[in-house]
């Protein structure tokens, strides 16, 4: 099993639709969460990071953690075409070494 | 201002040369840390330099190696490629030891032919 488990998609949804990405893991030690975006031929896009439990919002991004289900997620409101991308989730306890996710693709089509 | 800037974007090499990457952080970040990133996966730490000391090291075989100079720049070193070194090498800064808010530069892509 691996520490981080990301569904690699593809995951398609109209213009509009609200988007929900998760990601699982086995870690207790892991206290910080990340999200980032990668677009093809790029580097990953910090979006937002949360500690332990709780949500974060910005903009129309919105994260949360439920560390005792070990459950993170990412929801993206009113999605465009622009954000098609592979949206990656990342995780760090106190070690400073981060674990990622393989990614899943995300697809916004108008 | 300048965000992380990795070079070269690109590069063929041949099993059993050797690779140098480099990367320049964004200003005034003194961190500087390093992910090989295979096709259709998540990037996979490397290394961790703060302050030109090593704070972690990933899972990777003596052949990759590191450094970080007194400007805080940084040097990644890969001797007697395998065609599996073949990805995508990223460089992410930060300004302290952590990574929760690390800027990743575009990266090198890596083809080890």
């Known amino acids: 099993q691996k520490e981080v488990e990301q569904d690699p998609g593809p995951l398609s949804v109209p213009e509009g639709a609200i988007v929900s990405l998760n990601c699982t893991y086995s870690n207790s030690a892991f206290q910080y969460f990340m999200w980032y975006r990668q677009y093809s031929r790029k580097g990953p896009e910090l979006l937002m990071y949360?500690?332990?439990?709780g949500n974060k919002e910005d903009g129309r991004f919105t994260a949360q953690v439920d560390k005792s289900s070990k459950y993170i997620s990412l929801f993206i409101r009113d999605s465009q075409p622009s954000d098609s991308a592979t949206y990656l989730c990342a995780m760090e306890g106190g070690s400073y070494i981060p674990t990622f996710g393989r990614g899943t693709s995300l697809i916004v089509h108008p | 201002d300048a965000g992380v800037t990795q070079s070269p974007t690109h590069l063929i090499k041949t099993r059993g040369q050797q690779v140098t990457l480099r990367c320049s952080p964004i200003s005034g970040h003194k961190s500087v840390s390093w992910y090989q990133q295979v096709l259709g996966q998540g990037p996979q730490f490397i290394f961790q330099y703060y302050e030109k000391e090593e704070r972690g090291r990933g899972n990777f075989p003596d052949r990759f190696s590191a450094r970080q100079f007194p400007n805080y720049s940084s040097e990644l070193n890969v001797n007697a490629l395998l065609l599996g070194d073949s990805a995508l090498y990223l460089c992410?800064?930060?300004?302290?030891?952590?990574?929760?808010?690390?800027?990743f530069g575009q990266g090198t892509r890596l083809t080890v032919v």
């Open positions: 992410a800064s930060s300004y302290g030891t952590g990574n929760t808010e690390a800027f």
């Open positions: 949360t500690y332990s439990s």
